[in-house]
């Protein structure tokens, strides 16, 4: 069966750093999109960031372009979402999904994404 595992969360300050992982098992990670998308606290679901399956193409949600980053491992099958200069607003369960092979839409849209992990939690604070 399909699980998504996220991991790395914690305390951060503001201005500092965290990474987090996605351990992938029960299908052919390679041959995926993947995503992360966050809760804070009394609001909806938000997307946050996707890539491709080969790890070519990355996208970013205009709040957190140029401050995290989002990687892939094929071999190891995990994806990683890097965090820098972490705000107060970016604190949130930090959740990793899977996308159908191709994405018809964009990857913003959450209907695209079939599984999602339980979440790491991230608490940005000073």
């Known amino acids: 069966q399909v699980q998504l595992v996220e991991s790395g969360g914690g305390l951060a300050q503001p201005g500092e750093s965290l990474r987090l992982s996605c351990a992938a098992s029960?299908?052919?990670?390679?041959?995926?999109?993947m995503s992360w998308a966050r809760q804070a606290p009394g609001k909806g679901l938000e997307w946050v960031s996707g890539?491709?399956?080969?790890?070519?193409?990355?996208y970013y949600a205009d709040s957190v372009r140029g401050r995290f980053t989002i990687s892939r491992d094929n071999i190891k099958n995990r994806v990683y979402l890097q965090m820098n200069s972490l705000k107060p607003e970016d604190t949130a369960l930090y959740y990793c999904?899977?996308?159908?092979?191709?994405?018809?839409?964009?990857?913003?849209?959450?209907?695209?994404?079939?599984?999602w992990g339980h979440g790491t939690q991230v608490t940005v604070s000073s």
């Open positions: 029960g299908f052919t990670f390679a041959s995926y999109p």
């Open positions: 999904a899977k996308a159908a092979p191709f994405i018809i839409g964009d990857y913003s849209g959450l209907a695209e994404y079939d599984y």
């Open positions: 890539i491709d399956r080969d790890g070519s193409d990355t």
